[in-house]
């Protein structure tokens, strides 16, 4: 069956520190890939997106994310985190063909607090 | 930067009570989705919409629910006759299909708020 999953419910890191947030996903052929973030009150925002190419992909706020087929992976990084990445951050998958199809299937979401 | 609206932001109703959840796409996206996310629980697609005509439908899209484009700037989710499951933020979201790789990216609203009692 098709699924996402974040291990990680909550995690709190010092401002300044890096962040690695896991997804690990269940596919049947190569997906599209895709980190979201939703801030208190907000909607879901786009970090970044993998379709095909270059592995690594940067995204918006300084966050990037490595796909890493062998081991069904797009876990998600920032080298240095700043009290405004407080959210939480959800992993997606879809269809990797183009149409009208936006079935996109989320993670449970990771929750970022981050200290002074 | 373009935006997807949705109104209302929270709206509470007594079970059994229609609903009509608003949308306003971006202006040039072609398809239209609705998922939603019952608290503390995934967020789920509900349906896809292409073209006037419903493109895909999960389990959760039964008959209680509808959607319709009743112009050309908003896109509804009805639905019919609410039960206390139904509580949940429901977001609307639109794309285009990406030229260069021919994948859809999907801009999503703020979210409705729905609080069924």
């Known amino acids: 069956a098709q699924s996402v999953t974040q291990p990680d419910i909550h995690i709190t890191v010092s401002e300044g520190a890096s962040l690695e947030l896991r997804c690990n996903y269940s596919?049947?052929?190569?997906?599209?890939l895709f980190w979201y973030v939703q801030s208190p009150g907000q909607g879901l925002q786009l970090l970044l997106k993998?379709?095909?190419?270059?592995?690594l992909v940067q995204g918006i706020k300084g966050f990037e994310a490595e796909f890493k087929r062998s081991q069904s992976s797009f876990n998600l990084r920032k080298p240095s985190v700043h009290w405004s990445d407080a959210a939480e951050y959800f992993c997606?998958?879809?269809?990797?063909?183009?149409?009208?199809?936006?079935?996109?299937?989320f993670g449970k979401g990771t929750k970022l607090s981050v200290k002074p | 930067e373009p935006e997807v609206t949705q109104t209302p932001s929270h709206q509470v109703t007594q079970m059994g009570q229609e609903v009509i959840l608003r949308c306003v796409p971006i202006?040039?996206?072609?398809?239209f989705y609705w998922y939603r996310q019952i608290l503390g629980q995934k967020v789920e697609f509900l349906v896809s919409?292409?073209?006037?005509?419903?493109?895909?439908k999960s389990e959760i899209f039964d008959d209680q629910f509808s959607v319709e484009r009743p112009d050309g700037s908003n896109f509804t989710l009805k639905i019919r006759s609410t039960k206390l499951e139904d509580s949940a933020m429901y977001f609307c979201?639109?794309?285009?299909?990406?030229?260069?790789?021919?994948?859809?990216?999907?801009?999503f609203g703020a979210g409705s708020r729905l609080t069924v009692l």
């Open positions: 919409f292409y073209n006037n005509e419903i493109s895909e």
């Open positions: 993998y379709f095909s190419g270059d592995t």
């Open positions: 202006s040039n996206h072609l398809y």
């Open positions: 979201a639109s794309s285009e299909i990406s030229r260069a790789s021919g994948a859809n990216v999907l801009t």
């Open positions: 997606a998958v879809g269809p990797n063909y183009g149409g009208s199809q936006g079935n996109l299937i």
């Open positions: 596919y049947g052929a190569t997906p599209y």
